[in-house]
């Protein structure tokens, strides 16, 4: 198809030459860890590298030929993962709407819609949001909701509010499963069995080792600027990013919005792989080695 960015598959492959574009992830994305899924960061920036504004505030930064490549993009993963907080400032829906539309049957009945990801601790997913509305009108996969349990303190480390903490998060599980979402929980590191977590961010070796022991062999990274950030610290260690793909729109957001790499450090080992112009847009493409 013509509107398929050749960035692409410069940078994540092809699909076998008999699979039409779009109906199915690429089965070439491997990472060099068997254990986790491979993982294809993407965001789009202004020029001074902001990614919201103030306050975390949505802006719509791609044009529409850069957002196109995006949907294509997704059609390539198996899931496309955000953090809770863009879940709720910006109730996404994550499905391949800015894709031709199909000669027969619907978006979603034609292409590959990847799964919805959604990190969140505390389980603050609103049962009404989109990604859930859509999938009980069969018109989007239902999301996973990936969640810690709180542990149950007993004894000297036990705080008052613990076991209320524990009913309000069950309640809202049961809320986020009543309304047709799966809540698939991470175990968090403690420094000691009675204690409880350290911090309530969800370890990113320990989700991506769920999500492949659940089933998920690519999944895309949108964001937002923390989880960006999350996943980028992690690459002079773990390397839990195999494909970086940033669009950069020309526009300038100023110093009150949200950017990502104010405490980056050990990310210049990506290697560039590819640029390309989509409309007003630039994209580039870069891999990590493995």
């Known amino acids: 198809m013509s509107d398929y960015p050749s960035i692409l598959s410069t940078v994540l492959g092809t699909l076998p030459e008999d699979v039409k574009p779009g109906t199915a992830p690429l089965p070439d994305l491997v990472p060099s860890d068997s254990t986790r899924p491979w993982v294809t960061l993407t965001f789009a920036q202004s020029i001074d590298a902001k990614i919201a504004g103030a306050g975390g505030k949505q802006l719509i930064l791609s044009g ?160 937002g600027a923390r989880v960006i950030q999350s996943f980028l610290s992690t690459v002079a260690s773990e390397r839990f990013v195999d494909a970086l793909i940033v669009t950069t729109a020309p526009v300038l957001v100023g110093r009150d919005g949200v950017g990502y790499g104010d405490r980056l450090e050990h990310v210049s080992e990506a290697k560039y792989v590819a640029t390309e112009l989509l409309g007003k847009d630039t994209v580039v493409g870069l891999k990590f080695a493995s």
Not at 91 to 102: A, I, M, S, T, W
């Open 64 to 223: 529409e030929e850069s957002m196109k490549m995006t949907h294509w993009m997704r059609t390539m993963h198996d899931g496309i993962l955000i953090g809770v907080g863009t879940a709720a400032n910006d109730d996404p829906q994550l499905n391949v709407r800015y894709l031709p539309f199909p000669s027969q049957n619907t978006h979603f009945q034609h292409y590959h819609h990847p799964r919805p990801l959604v990190l969140d601790p505390h389980l603050r997913l609103s049962p009404t949001c989109k990604l859930i509305a859509n999938a009980v009108k069969g018109a989007g996969v239902a999301p996973w909701v990936i969640s810690a349990q709180p542990p149950r303190v007993a004894g000297f480390f036990a705080n008052d509010g613990d076991e209320e903490k524990l009913r309000r998060w069950e309640a809202r599980r049961d809320a986020l499963l009543t309304a047709g979402a799966t809540v698939v929980l991470v175990e968090q590191e403690t420094l000691h069995p009675d204690l409880p977590p350290a911090t309530s961010d969800l370890p990113i070796g320990a989700v991506l080792r769920t999500l492949r022991a659940q089933g998920m062999r690519s999944i895309m990274v949108e964001g």
